[in-house]
């Protein structure tokens, strides 16, 4: 499965936001956003989007920086904090329709390299618009003119690559986002960025390297560690895939991805035992998906051995 780049403003996710309503369930969720020094961030989109169908909904927090996402589906939930001038967190919440979830509260941090005038707002916000309705060549007309107008602006150069990336031209991403390496050497989220363009050329072995360039106690995003130990695991590297898919799911308890990943490595390893608990740990928090089906199927076949 492809891997979305990681871009740090509101243009980084594109989701089918159909008009039936597949999501629909029961349960809820809400939450607060804050800025890194903990003050209530308004006007921050809140997407939610139902891991099965691929739909979802869009919320926008409050003065107060509090949102809320009312009759949702029991599953896998996607939910992206998005404003502009800040850097977007991703995360995976496991929701049931019964199951009354705890507040989220979540901090956004202020995007390096970017002053926010009114003229380069006017133009961030036209050109995510053009990207979010996936006119990618107008999209990067307006990053570019961006650019030549504010030089220093260097991160939208992660947006620039984000839209090759989009066309699957992962050759022109990668330049795009080395150019905010050449600035910013140490910025994780462009170098996964480029570790996921190789991982799209099917060059797992030079992804690896990209993805390896991280320190490992510096990655404290679930989804990160989660796609670097799946890359692990598909070169046969158990022992390295454990490391970073279990890390994924102590940081967040309830990420099914990485628990069920989890859970093959473990088999994988031949460690029965964990890969029983891992197992019926995904159960606690998913019972009744057609991939909660799957996992009975795997109990029953290790609880044999």
């Known amino acids: 499965m492809k891997k979305a780049a990681l871009i740090v403003f509101s243009v980084v996710c594109i989701f089918a936001f159909l ?8 349960a809820r969720l809400f939450g607060t956003v804050f800025d890194q020094d903990g003050k209530p961030l308004d006007d921050v989109k809140v997407k939610l989007v139902y891991a099965d169908s691929n739909t979802g ?27 502009v001038g800040y850097e977007t967190k991703k995360i995976s919440v496991a929701v049931a329709e019964l199951e009354k979830k705890p507040e989220i509260k979540i901090n956004l941090r202020k995007a390096a390299g970017l002053v926010l005038s009114d003229e380069v707002k006017k133009l961030l916000t036209e050109a995510n618009q053009q990207y979010e309705a996936q006119n990618y060549q107008a999209a990067l007309a307006g990053y570019k003119t961006l650019l030549e107008k504010n030089p220093a602006a260097y991160i939208i150069w992660k947006n620039v690559g984000a839209c090759y990336f989009a066309q699957e031209q992962y050759e022109q991403a990668e330049e795009a986002f080395k150019k905010v390496l050449e600035k910013s050497p140490d910025d994780t989220d462009a170098i996964i960025a480029v570790g996921n363009c190789y991982a799209n050329r099917n060059q797992t072995e030079k992804a690896m390297e990209w993805y390896s360039k991280i320190e490992f106690e510096k990655i404290n995003d679930p989804i990160v560690l989660y796609n670097i130990g799946n890359n692990y695991f598909k070169l046969s590297k158990f022992e390295e895939a454990l490391k970073y898919l279990r890390r994924s799911v102590e940081l967040q308890k309830d990420f099914l991805d990485g628990i069920y990943q989890l859970g093959l490595v473990y088999t994988s ?27 009975r199927s795997f109990l029953n076949d290790l609880k044999k051995k």
Do not use: C
């Open 19 to 26: 008009s039936g309503q597949e999501y629909k369930g029961k």
């Open 57 to 83: 909904f869009e919320v926008t927090t409050d003065k107060q920086g509090r949102w809320t996402g009312a009759w949702l589906r029991s599953g896998t939930w996607y939910i992206d904090f998005e404003k």
């Open 269 to 295: 390893l031949q460690r029965i035992p964990d890969a029983v608990t891992t197992f019926e740990m995904y159960l606690k928090y998913d019972p009744d998906s057609p991939q909660a089906s799957q996992v």
